[in-house]
């Protein structure tokens, strides 16, 4: 049962445009929620995080919108530049879980000139 | 920053032997290390959690006689697959926890691609 998810596996934006990125939970008891960028073989690295109690963080180009009720985030990028090009997973912590992360499928995105 | 190095980046054996991944902290003593596996296009799924001088805890479904986790110091994690085969074949990924580093602090070894021939 995939608890996080990441319905789109590919997004392509153009050079200068916003690169939105979305990410779905059904489980509520997540007390953070991270985003991470993956090259291939390597692992991940860490973009920008949210509280479950905030709706919005933003950290110079990326910013990360909550909505609870609906329990989805996304991650916009802008503007999306060609070194933006790369796998996003989004993750969740667990709350009482030793802080174990539960990571979504990814989205591959492609940012072309 | 804190760095976790992990070793080999690529390995193929062959099917019945076993493979040792190491993922060493650099200047940095790792309390608790998580094991990942990836099939491709798939997320990253947890394997395991190991805490430094105890047991590993298993995610349901892993098998821990095949995948030996051992993190006997504060600096060295190691997952050993045994008797492996080729659908033991994926990427391989630990994560170290960052004590005092808030939610985002956890750092990811750069991975291991196991190939089983």
């Known amino acids: 049962d995939q608890q996080v998810k990441q319905n789109s596996p590919s997004l392509s934006v153009q050079e200068g445009r916003i690169s939105i990125l979305n990410c779905d939970y059904t489980?509520?008891?997540?007390?953070?929620f991270l985003w991470y960028k993956k090259y291939p073989a390597e692992g991940p690295t860490f973009l920008i995080s949210?509280?479950?109690?905030?709706d919005k963080n933003e950290d110079g180009r990326f910013t990360v919108f909550l909505n609870k009720s609906a329990k989805h985030l996304s991650l916009h990028i802008v503007p999306s530049q060609p070194g933006d090009s790369a796998v996003y997973f989004c993750?969740?912590?667990?709350?009482?879980?030793?802080?174990?992360?539960?990571f979504g499928t990814g989205t591959r995105l492609q940012v072309t000139l | 920053g804190a760095v976790v190095s992990q070793h080999p980046s690529r390995v193929i054996c062959k099917s019945g032997t076993s493979v040792k991944i190491e993922c060493r902290s650099l200047?940095?003593?790792?309390?608790?290390m998580f094991w990942y596996r990836q099939f491709p296009k798939q997320s990253l799924m947890l394997m395991a959690t190991?805490?430094?001088?105890?047991?590993?805890?298993?995610e349901q479904g892993v098998e821990k006689d095949k995948f030996l986790i051992n993190h006997a110091s504060l600096t060295l994690s190691t997952l050993t697959v045994t008797s492996a085969h080729p659908e033991d074949s994926s990427f391989y990924i630990c994560?170290?926890?960052?004590?005092?580093?808030?939610?985002?602090?956890?750092?990811f070894g750069s991975g291991t691609r196991l190939t089983v021939v």
């Open positions: 489980n509520s008891m997540f007390d953070y």
């Open positions: 200047d940095f003593q790792a309390t608790t």
């Open positions: 190991s805490n430094e001088g105890s047991k590993a805890t298993y």
């Open positions: 994560s170290a926890r960052l004590m005092g580093q808030g939610p985002h602090g956890y750092t």
């Open positions: 993750a969740a912590r667990g709350i009482g879980t030793a802080s174990k992360l539960t």
């Open positions: 949210i509280s479950s109690i905030k």
